[in-house]
Nanobody, 129 residues
Framework: QVQLVESGGGLVEPGGSVRLSCTASTQSLDFLNMAWFRQAPGKEREGVACVAKRSGRTYVADAVKGRFTVTRDSAVNRLYLQIDDVRPEDAGTYVC??????????????????????WGPGTPVTVSS
């Protein structure tokens, strides 16, 4: 069983930056595919960034590429999502997820929330000046 807890959300001004963290209760993130999903009101859950198990290769969705950066610190079992140049459409709840088994290409897995077994409660990001 893996428990995930996100933190770092809050009120962010347009154009600002925010760093979200996801702490995992697990032996090592190296054995998990990790993902950040965004849930905005009235919209479907959207995969925005992922990190592959073992290799640590990263993927960022085209819609947010250039502004979102995902990193993994296996030493402290933490996943991060850096959001720069925040825009109003970035508002929503950001949820961390983990998957142990999938061998799917990361670019595809990141858009398949149904394949992730473990989920955090999420951290909200509000964009307002």
């Amino acid at each position: 069983q893996v428990q995930l807890v996100e933190s770092g959300g809050g009120l962010v001004e347009p154009g600002g930056s925010v760093r979200l963290s996801c702490t995992a209760s697990t032996q090592s993130l190296d054995f998990l595919n990790m993902a950040w999903f965004r849930q905005a009101p009235g919209k479907e859950r959207e995969g925005v960034a992922c990190v592959a198990k073992r290799s640590g290769r990263t993927y960022v969705a085209d819609a947010v590429k250039g502004r979102f950066t995902v990193t993994r610190d296996s030493a402290v079992n933490r996943l991060y999502l850096q959001i720069d140049d925040v825009r109003p459409e970035d508002a929503g709840t950001y949820v961390c997820a983990a998957d142990r088994w999938s061998a799917m290409a990361l670019e595809d897995l990141c858009h398949r929330p149904d394949l992730f077994e473990y989920w955090g409660p999420g951290t909200p990001v509000t964009v307002s000046s």
